[in-house]
């Protein structure tokens, strides 16, 4: 703190003055003296960049040094430190007060939606997936973006590219720093966001999406603090160049020529011919100013033809001389007059070209970038001089190095530079709005050395290395990324799904499903998705009631209509953010993260896992457009907004809210989004775990491939003798500049440029330092305002060499504004500016009375809450209107530029700008401006509040930039009187104005064609009596006859005071091409009227009938529209249609006549030329086969109907169906019991499984956890031991187990001795707990009514200890508590808080009683899982199943998908409890029978079945299907023995249903009572009641046979008369039926000998034979027929014949 004090108490002495003389002479401020002289506390080059923890939570003041103005430095560190540590405070700071701001504020209980002034925060944030990129991995992180609607994320400066961002997740303990990686404000209004993270690489891949972090944001562009920084702390003391000057601040005694000036005896001379072949129209106006290229020149301001020195003429001498000058000798220089140059130009140069530390200021207009570039072209002439080292002839060459503050002055100097040295150019930065510099960029010439192979081979090599190991982990890591991505892109199918719901969950979402829709699937997305209508996307919302409300069931939550984007309307405004990003990007490839190619992917492979894709919709919406469907398209619409925003929101369940929930369906649903949100993050967080350690991989192959491209990179630049950067590429590639050593430096914009930012980008070799700017304009901008005030980090360089006497050339002459625009900046800023010849002779503008004029106003600013800026509708209309007034005059667009000095104007302007209108008129910043010029500026000042309060516009050096940017005209509206009031210098510039009468709270318009019209605008109002831009006289065109008299000739003379003798002048309206005259009031522009349109009515006639055209004259009349009564011939009805079309193509709209052909005579519903209604959709009632009725539409088949009849039956468990009659398949199979267990487990959570003998193991997350480590597994799994060293040990006693053994020490009963500080009394107390122990969070005195209520009854004694429990809070005195766990239970389970039975799972002082439960616990998981061996053998069934599966040609043919989901299901368990491996058995078995089933109908009742019975059987086996399908946790017995007796049902049916095919087929006649027979068994297969089954087919089923099929005719219940019966049918005698080797039976007809092979029609067997020999593994089948012998055999009698049934 004493630090601290000293250093405020300095400053503020500081403030005072109090300056003296250094020995050396230069002026030092004492108290900078003193406290420069503190010595640090830390060395600043072992200070880490990144911020540290006590960083962030210290409350102490940091040490700070000021940076001295003027005055010397003690020392090339002690200047280093100063440097480092307020750079580093700069961005540190605004964390630092922005997070304590936050806590506290979050301690006091405030919302989140309060402002904060240093830091943005956003909540709910969760780290979703990685992202593959060329510079390594980043990750899309999802924020909640409810609570920012207002936000307009195009313009804020939120969250753009390399803004510095903090996660955490407990109160900023521990910090995650990232950087925002990409930005797309789109993705924004979503909440997400691409970040690429600075450190803890491993710890972040291991983030899972389902924490939840704060994150707190500052503005701070941290890749250059970080780069500026590293290069501060590895500049060494006797390395650093120019400390003479920067260090030492040697500048009055002069400065001295360059290093490389001094060979050769100091004799060396310069070519300075290119200096004076310039054409002289360049003194007159600088070239290189307009970056756009367009020509704002009038042509008659210069001449056509430049005026170009003769060199073979009088000059010859002068060319002569200026061939070989030498450089440092004065008196030989050229003239100022020979070299075209003015006297401030002239010094300038000379002292550019000969002194190694150049300062030369330039104020606005007076051609900084044209000198620079005059003495670049210098430098370049001489190249030999200074390119290479004098002792290092054949080393590599060393470049200029042109560093400017913004690409658009970078731009514009290299285009000058290419002007006279179009080659050996490099441009290091983002994309450039230039066409010229294309061919310079880096990325370009990177792109041609790729292309012609002229890489060095161990960069191509090395890179390509590196692309091939990343191309390859991409590939690893892109099904798991694409399916994370899927996330953000639509709905996650419930398949997907499941593996991360509750048993309990899953059942209740699909089970209601059911119920709602019918037992039947509806569609959306990949087949039918219980999670469509669950989220309220499709149908009505159903909402089970709970125990005390009724059922519910509402529309779809009304959502607001997104608004319509409007971008495609407005003009285009370069907002702060656009601005700020472009500055930041270096390379374009910095935001081009192969979008499309990961788009490509993710299409490809997760679409099976989205249930709906928003791309779809967004597809669906065009096409219904198109289609004119207009209902179809809004549905689609609203579903795509509402799916987007419940994406775009973060808020999800956590897991305790989970474990609460029953029934799914009984939520509300924004608590089911909340709940499908924390699925999808379980969703993802399984496939990030599957990629951590390709994350690494890749993260390390993307720094090779940026140490390799950084070699490439460095490798063209050596090459370069030009190399142009940014200051923020120049602190990007620091490190290559190092290596490149360039000698010359010259630094443009550099009074706005961070000191820090210029000194590490020189290089122990730089030996020229070139500075250009002016420091009277903007001045470098910190993030903190502090800072600059009261430790001078916003003084520049420039400016710091200027206040220390250093030699600066300040140029004089300005060609750009006006002689009375230059009259506000002098003498109020500048003490003189000369005006050039060429701004004398400027045309007027049109329209307005005064070339420049300032409106004055009290209309009150609006602040903005989130960008902190200003702004003030008032002015924001009025100047929209203004230029629009200017652009009726014939200006064009490009001549105009709005400008105003607050960002938040910006958004103002492009709502009242239409793109249609003001095409071409930039509206910038006044910052973003600076350098820049144009003929006319509207200037918006912003400012006008009841405080007086003016913010920056009383800093000069902004004033000096808004005053300076106009050529021809200026206008300004503001507050004035509040400006003038508020600072002397507005009060100054206003005094100006007045005294050249330009200023007032009206605006004088004139009309170009009525200059005796004027117009008085003070509101945006008073430009409507304006509308043409002329003024509300009518349009017409003035005639002046000459009138002759005998003698003379009389003529009107205007504007002359010469008497008029006569006059006259004849007035007419302008008649138009049509033959009307103009209506439109006087406008200037399109005199001839060739773009006016006619507004009268059209007269034409355009029928027979009289109708006359409605259009207005200049548009095309078309076909006649009048309505007339017309008869349609198809249908005789009378329509009115209109006039031009013909009743025989109109569509008519009369009601429908005709009655639908259904049994109830209902009409048709539809329109007269519409097909008629069918089928009919009356509701009617139905019959079904179950004996219930219900309602549905009149053209319903009952076969599609499902009845919704509750089932009446009680289950084996005694509770009652929760299934309908429908969904019970009528008794035969019913739903599982839904009745809750909510039986307390072994682990001491509530069984969330439906009713069942036997619990489950627990699902829920295990709660397991110790000072080291937690549980990653469910609760019913088997918990790993902890083997960390025990953490409990006091003075006294320490346990020397592992951490997951039982301790054997002895419980403490020491009191503590710590002390704690209480948050309520503020003092430090006594710890009230035991030694050993964590101390409890309560505090004797301020909490002694808590403390001491009885509970135990020792707590009102004065020396009562006390033991906080950390599962629950509570805090129990220590006596008591240690007699509760030492009572023993009978049963295995924890020790529960005795105030609110909440398991104690840690707590030290009792951890041998805990493990020693967990332990037992573990042996009871054990049996659910079994021992090792078990394990094993699980595992191999496990494996064996999943072969099955794959292997089964039937299985995959006809239960593909199933198949497939059963796999999923199996694969995804990493052990299997007993119960699941068996219910996993099963499933496969009946999946087996089931296509077993499926191809014997695909074979047999294809062939012999007919249309009806296919779709029966397709049903069923849908159903069956259907119920195998399910995802489920377990099966209960009954299910399983009413599954299995459903599929033997099945089975028989599909034999019922062949054999009667067979019989139609054969065209068999069978007699009544085999008729009967048959009929009976048919009802009983079919009709709506359990299937009954004999003992033995049961145990038969139970062990999982097929039915063998000569048992069939006994199982569907014919007796063996009524078989032979069947036989008799065949008209057989006996001896021709037989068995195949599988004991299918088979018949022989004819003679009953075999005479031909053929195969088994059930099983494919070879059966048959020849010569009337049966195959000998074939046999008689006696069972059929009763045959003894075969009916071709010697043994053959009568007993073989035909049976007699009469009888």
């Keep these: 703190m004493e630090v601290e004090s000293r250093n405020k108490a300095i400053i503020d002495a500081q403030r005072k003055g109090a300056v003296l003389k250094d020995d050396d002479g230069t002026q030092a401020n004492q108290l900078d003296r003193q406290l420069q002289l503190e010595t640090p506390p830390d060395d600043f080059r072992e200070l880490t960049v990144i911020p540290t923890f006590e960083d962030i939570s210290s409350d102490k003041e940091p040490f700070l040094r000021p940076n001295i103005v003027c005055g010397r430095y003690t020392d090339v560190d002690t200047y280093l430190d100063v440097q480092f540590r307020l750079l580093r405070e700069d961005f540190v700071r605004p964390l630092r007060k922005g997070i304590a701001e936050f806590l506290d504020m979050r301690r006091l209980g405030y919302g989140k939606d309060r402002k904060l002034q240093d830091i943005r925060v956003y909540h709910d944030v969760h780290v979703v997936h990685p992202l593959c990129t060329m510079s390594g991995i980043v990750y899309r992180i999802q924020f909640d973006a409810a609570r920012l609607q207002q936000i307009r994320w195009v313009a804020t400066k939120r969250l753009i590219f390399g803004s510095l961002l903090c996660l955490s997740k407990d109160e900023f303990k ?20 691409e970040v690429r993270f600075e450190q803890n690489h491993e710890e972040v891949s291991a983030i899972s999406p389902t924490e939840t972090f704060i994150m707190v944001e500052t503005s701070a562009y941290f890749e250059v603090y970080r780069h500026v920084l590293k290069g501060l702390q590895e500049v060494q003391q006797d390395t650093m160049p120019f400390t003479k000057y920067i260090v030492d601040c040697d500048c009055a005694n002069g400065v001295d020529p360059p290093a490389y000036l001094l060979g050769r005896n100091g004799n060396i001379k310069y070519d300075l011919r290119a200096l004076i072949e310039t054409p002289k129209q360049e003194t007159a106006r600088p070239r290189y100013r307009d970056p756009a290229g367009s020509d704002l020149e009038e042509s008659d301001d210069s001449d056509d033809d430049e005026e170009v020195v003769d060199i073979n003429g009088g000059n010859n001498q002068h060319l002569a001389r200026a061939r070989s000058v030498p450089i440092l000798r004065d008196h030989m220089w050229p003239s100022a007059e020979t070299m075209h140059l003015d006297e401030s130009q002239y010094r300038a140069v000379k002292m550019a070209l000969t002194e190694e530390f150049s300062v030369i200021q330039g104020p606005p207009g007076t051609g900084k970038t044209y000198i620079g570039l005059k003495i670049v072209q210098a430098l370049l002439k001489n190249k030999n001089v200074w390119m290479r080292d004098e002792y290092a002839v054949d080393g590599p060459t060393r470049p200029i190095l042109v560093v400017c503050f913004t690409k658009h002055a970078l731009d514009q100097f290299l285009e000058g530079i290419a002007e006279f040295h179009p080659t050996g150019i490099v441009r290091v930065g983002g994309r450039s709005r230039s066409e010229k510099m294309e061919q310079f960029q880096l990325k370009t010439i990177r792109f041609i050395k790729r292309k012609d192979r002229k890489v060095p081979r161990y960069i191509h090599e090395g890179a390509g290395e590196a692309r091939h190991d990343m191309r390859r982990l991409e590939k690893d890591m892109e099904m798991a990324v694409a399916q994370m991505m899927a996330t953000q892109r639509g709905l996650i199918h419930e398949d997907a799904l499941t593996p991360f719901m509750d048993d309990e969950h899953r059942n209740t979402l699909m089970d209601m499903w059911l119920v709602v829709n019918d037992g039947e699937w509806s569609g959306g997305g990949r087949k039918g998705s219980v999670l469509l209508q669950w989220l309220g996307l499709r149908g009505e919302v159903f909402i089970l009631p709970t125990e005390d409300e009724q059922y519910q069931a509402e529309g779809g939550e009304e959502e607001e209509e997104e608004e319509e984007d409007q971008d495609d309307d407005e003009v285009d405004v370069m907002e702060e953010a656009d601005m700020l990003e472009e500055q930041r990007l270096i390379d374009d490839e910095e935001l ?21 894709d928003i791309e779809e919709l967004q597809l669906e919406e065009h096409q219904a457009e198109n289609q004119g469907e207009w209902q179809v398209q809004t549905n689609a619409k609203k579903t795509k907004q509402k799916v987007k925003l419940e994406l775009s929101k973060t808020d999800m369940m956590t897991d305790t809210e989970v474990l609460h929930i029953r029934n799914v369906w009984t939520l509300q649903l924004r608590d089911r989004w909340r709940l499908y949100r924390h699925w999808a993050a379980r969703y993802c967080a399984k496939y990030k775990e599957s990629i951590r350690e390709y994350e690494r991989e890749y993260e390390h192959a993307a720094e090779r491939l940026k140490e390799f491209q950084n070699e490439e990179d460095g490798e063209i ?35 706005e440029v961070l000191e820090a930012h210029i000194v590490t980008t020189l290089s122990q070799q730089c030996q020229h330092l070139i500075l250009i700017g002016d420091h009277q304009q903007l ?53 003189s500016l000369d005006n050039h010849e060429s701004v004398l002779n400027y045309e007027n503008i049109k329209g307005v009375s005064s070339n420049m004029f300032f409106v004055n106003h009290s209309y009150l600013e609006a602040h903005d809450g989130d960008t902190k800026s200003r702004s003030n509708m008032h002015e924001a209309r009025f100047i929209a209107s203004f230029c629009r007034y200017l652009l009726q005059q014939g200006y064009s667009p490009s001549q105009i530029t709005i400008l105003t000095t607050y960002t938040g104007q910006l958004f103002n302007f492009k709502n009242v700008m239409p793109r249609q209108v003001f095409e071409g008129v930039r509206v910038s910043a006044v910052d973003n401006f600076q350098g820049e010029e144009n003929d006319i500026i509207l200037l918006s000042l912003v400012r006008s509040n009841v405080e007086g309060n003016v913010g920056f516009l009383k800093v000069e050096n902004r004033v000096c930039v808004a005053l300076s940017r106009a050529k021809k005209g200026f206008y300004a509206i503001g ?19 007045r005294e050249q009468r330009c200023v007032g709270t009206h605006l004088n318009l004139c009309c170009q064609n009525h200059p005796d019209s004027t117009i008085s605008a003070a509101t945006e109002k008073d430009f409507e009596k304006a509308p043409e831009g002329g003024c509300m006289r009518p349009c017409e065109f003035r005639q002046v006859n000459t009138v002759m008299y005998v003698a003379l000739t009389m003529t009107c003379y205007y504007r002359i005071g010469l008497q008029i003798l006569t006059t006259n002048l004849f007035f007419f309206s302008y008649r138009l091409k049509c033959g009307h005259r103009c209506t439109s009031v006087s406008h200037p522009t399109d005199p001839e009227h060739e773009e006016y349109k006619c507004k009268k009515p059209c007269p034409k006639v355009l029928c027979n009938l009289g109708h006359k055209c409605r259009k207005l004259c200049s548009q095309v009349c078309g076909d006649c529209t009048v309505l007339v ?41 539809n329109k007269c030329s519409e097909a008629c209604s069918m089928p009919c959709m009356s509701s009617v009632a139905h019959q079904l086969p179950c004996g219930h009725t219900i309602q549905a539409a009149c053209s319903a088949k009952k076969d599609y109907l499902v009845c919704d009849t509750p089932c009446p039956q009680l289950l084996k468990c005694e509770h009652p169906c929760a299934g309908t009659c429908g969904r019970c398949k009528q008794g035969r199979l019913h739903q599982q019991c839904r009745h809750h267990c909510n039986r307390v487990l072994v682990c001491s959570h509530q069984c969330t499984a439906s009713c069942t003998r036997n619990c489950p193991p627990c699902t829920k997350p295990c709660e397991n ?43 403490c009963d020491h009191p503590c001795r710590k002390t704690r500080r209480c948050d309520r009394c503020k003092k430090d107390q006594p710890c009230i707990g035991m030694c050993g122990e964590p101390c409890p969070d309560k505090c004797r005195v301020c909490d002694r009514e808590e403390l001491t209520e009885i509970f135990f009854g020792m707590e009102d004694e004065d020396d009562a200890q006390f033991v906080q429990l950390e599962d629950c809070g509570h805090v129990l005195e220590v006596s008591g508590l240690d007699q509760w766990m030492d009572t023993s239970e009978s049963n295995i389970q924890l020790k529960t808080c005795p105030r609110c039975k909440t398991p104690i799972r840690r707590n030290l002082r009792y951890g041998d009683i805990i493990k020693k439960t967990l332990a037992m616990i573990e042996k009871v998981k054990m049996k659910w899982y079994g021992d090792d061996v078990q394990k094993a053998q699980t595992a191999t069934t496990a494996n064996k199943l999943m072969r099955e599966l794959q292997a089964d040609a039937d299985v995959v043919l006809y239960c593909g998908e199933i198949s497939k989901d059963l796999l999923r299901q199996i694969e995804s368990h990493r052990i299997f409890s007993l119960g699941q491996i068996a219910m996993y058995e099963n499933k496969v078995l009946f999946m087996k029978n089931l296509a077993n089933v499926k191809k014997e109908k695909k074979r047999d009742l294809l062939v012999f079945g007919d249309t009806q019975h296919n779709e029966e059987m397709d049903k069923e086996i849908a159903g069956m299907e259907k119920w195998l399908h399910r995802r489920t946790a377990r099966v209960s017995e009954q299910e399983w023995e009413e599954f299995g007796r459903e599929m033997t049902r099945l089975n028989f049916l599909l ?19 085999a008729q009967a027979n048959l009929d009976s068994a048919e009802r009983m297969l079919t009709k709506p009641a359990p299937f009954k089954q004999t003992t033995k087919e049961q145990e038969s089923l139970g062990k999982g046979q097929k039915a063998d099929t000569c048992t069939v005719w006994a199982a569907i219940g014919i007796s063996d008369e009524e078989r032979v019966q069947v036989v008799q049918a065949m008209e057989l005698t006996q001896g021709h039926w037989f068995a195949c080797p599988n004991g299918h039976p088979y018949v022989i007809t004819e003679c009953g000998g075999a005479m031909v092979e053929s195969t088994c029609s059930e099983c494919g067997a070879p059966i048959g034979g020849g010569s009337h020999t049966l195959r000998s593994d074939n046999r008689l089948a006696p069972e059929m027929d009763g045959a003894r012998h075969a009916a071709w055999s010697d043994q053959a009698n009568m007993e073989n014949y035909l049976l007699d049934f009469d009888d």
């Design 174 to 193: 521990t910090m995650f720093f990232a950087t925002v990686a990409n930005r797309d404000p789109k993705q924004l209004e979503q909440g997400s966001v």
């Design 592 to 612: 081009l993260y192969g979008h499309d190619k990961r788009g490509k992917t993710k299409r490809k492979v997760v679409c099976v896992d989205l249930a709906l």
């Design 717 to 751: 630049m050596k090459e370069a003798t030009v190399i142009g950067m940014t200051t923020t590429g120049a602190a990007r590639y620091r490190s290559v500049l190092q290596d490149i050593r360039p000698a010359i430096i010259v630094v443009e914009e550099a009074a």
């Design 779 to 831: 001045r470098p901008n910190p993030t903190v305002y502090q800072l600059a005030r009261k430790y001078d980090m916003d003084i520049s360089l420039f400016e710091r060499m200027v206040k220390n006497d250093m030699q600066c050339q300040q140029l004089q002459s300005q060609h750009r504004m006006r002689p009375e625009f230059a009259r506000l900046l002098t003498p109020h800023i500048y003490e």
């Design 975 to 993: 507050n004035l009187a509040m400006l003038a009031n508020a600072s002397t210098l507005w009060s100054k510039i206003i005094k100006e104005l």
């Design 1125 to 1165: 009564e017309k008869i349609i011939p198809r249908c005789q009805h009378k329509q009115m249609i209109p006039c031009a079309t013909s009743p025989n193509v109109f569509k008519c709209q009369a009601p429908c006549e005709k009655i639908i052909a259904c049994n109830h005579s209902h009409g048709c519903q």
């Design 1265 to 1307: 956890r110790c000072v080291h480590s937690r549980c990653p597994h469910q609760c019913g799994k088997p918990c790993v031991p902890c083997q960390e060293p025990c953490e409990w040990r006091c003075r006294h006693h320490k346990c020397d187990k592992p951490c997951g053994e039982p301790c054997y020490r002895p419980r």
């Design 1551 to 1569: 034999k019922l249903r062949v054999f009667q095919g067979q019989i139609r087929k054969k065209r068999i006649s069978l007699n009544d009572p």
